[in-house]
């Protein structure tokens, strides 16, 4: 999509994809069966050997390095997205996110299990607060990382190490992905009949922005002055304050998407 209203669907013919990244005028996509595809306008993908058949999660973009996490505590690194190199995590831990800010990359997962490292390469388990919830997003903006995950659980951190839990103000959601842009973290997530999108401009104090999405969502972005959803049964929703959301015309795709990101024209 140009504008996050309007979309189309340039097929792929591939394996499910799970995350999205863009970086050095790249488009890295990743997901199940270790399936990495990259493109430079998102229409044309072209398929890259990640070198595992594990399925992948999602993937970040910083200091000249793509770095993908996925199941079992799988981490790749590429400098280019197109030759990968197997990495060692420290853990056996399905890894759901990564980000990238303050010169540190961080992985997120599984029963709270958080992992930083400065090049991609090494990398150290952090102490996350939580051991019982899996952490499904991380994003660094405004000078902090936030990661957020099941049970309403919020954790924020300067660093990549040292982390502090906050409250969300919500109760009984699972927070699938977080994004920052315009002033706002936005927080988006599944609960039993449908999900609930949330924001902040510090992380600390949360307030609760849409509730009527009847679909879950899993993935959210923001780019050119638009905050963008990706969700099931192939709705997708947008907002440019993150308080009013839309949903978009996505007529004549298919299927659920659980990642989204923005590609600079």
Do not use: C
């Amino acid at each position: 999509s140009l504008d996050g209203t309007s979309w189309s669907n340039p097929s792929t013919g591939l394996n499910y994809l799970r995350g999205i990244t863009y970086g050095d005028d790249l488009l890295v996509a990743v997901g199940d069966g270790g399936e990495i595809v990259t493109s430079t306008n998102g229409t044309g993908w072209t398929s890259r050997t990640s070198g595992t058949s594990t399925d992948l999660s999602d993937a970040t973009y910083g200091n000249g390095l793509y770095v993908v996490v996925g199941n079992s505590g799988v981490i790749l690194t590429s400098s280019d997205g197109v030759s990968w190199t197997t990495e060692t995590s420290g853990t056996t831990k399905n890894l759901r996110d990564v980000a990238y800010g303050n010169s540190v990359f961080v992985a997120v997962g599984q029963n709270g299990k958080v992992l930083s490292s400065t090049d991609g390469s090494s990398w150290t388990s952090e102490s996350s607060g939580t051991s019982t919830q899996a952490l499904e997003g991380v994003i660094y903006g405004n000078g902090k990382f936030v990661a957020v995950g099941y049970s309403d659980t919020i954790i924020t951190s300067s660093d990549g190490s040292s982390w502090s839990s906050e409250s969300s103000g919500t109760s009984s959601k699972h927070f699938m992905d977080i994004s920052y842009g315009g002033g706002l973290y936005t927080v988006v997530s599944t609960v039993n009949n449908g999900a609930v999108i949330i924001t902040s401009g510090n992380a600390e104090s949360w307030t609760t922005q849409e509730s009527s999405i009847t679909e879950h969502v899993f993935g959210v972005t923001y780019g050119n002055g638009t905050h963008v959803t990706a969700g099931t049964n192939h709705k997708m929703h947008y907002s440019n304050d993150g308080t009013s959301w839309t949903l978009a015309d996505t007529s004549g795709l298919w299927g659920h998407y659980y990642g989204v990101t923005y590609l600079p024209q």
